[in-house]
């Protein structure tokens, strides 16, 4: 880290891998939402889902260009530069991308080695958890019939 303004107490730490590519991703998305409202997160009052935001021409293009790794970085520098729009929108972009894929094509498209993945054990653990979950409604303030 490299002191900040001679202050040896405060430090200004340095993204180094954000790419060339990304950042200027990420300056176009500030130019584009600048003066803007920060979006805001609602949700359903009768499923109690969080609703999902309306892109805008621009937004919808500058989510569309992007391949899961650069949108991954995306969302990675913007978490890092706290950037909430950027942050919120790209979460909702990556949640698109991934919703109602397999398992088997969720671990390619992310590249996940079959090695690493899950075995049939724990996918059927987590699968008798999310079967009790959904049964009670967790989500909704109901607890959980598995402890972890």
């Not at 520098?77 to 790209?90: G, N, P, T």
């Not at 979950?133 to 607890?143: C, L, R, T, Y």
């Amino acid at each position: 880290m490299t002191p900040l303004c001679g202050d040896s107490e405060m430090e200004f730490p340095i993204l180094t891998n954000l790419s060339v590519d990304t950042f200027n991703k990420v300056v176009a998305w500030m130019k584009h939402r600048a003066g803007k409202d920060e979006p805001k997160v609602e949700t359903d009052p009768n499923t109690h889902e969080l609703k999902w935001f309306e892109l805008d021409d621009f937004e919808t293009k500058f989510f569309e260009q992007l391949g899961v790794k650069e949108l991954a970085s995306v969302m990675n520098a913007s978490f890092y530069l706290q950037i909430e729009s950027l942050s919120l929108y790209a979460c909702q972009s990556m949640a698109a991308v991934l919703k109602d894929k397999t398992v088997e094509e969720l671990r390619q498209l992310l590249n996940i080695p079959e090695e690493d993945w899950l075995s049939e054990e724990q996918m059927a653990e987590i699968r008798t958890k999310n079967a009790c979950e959904d049964a009670i409604g967790v989500g909704m303030g109901a607890k959980r019939c598995l402890i972890s």
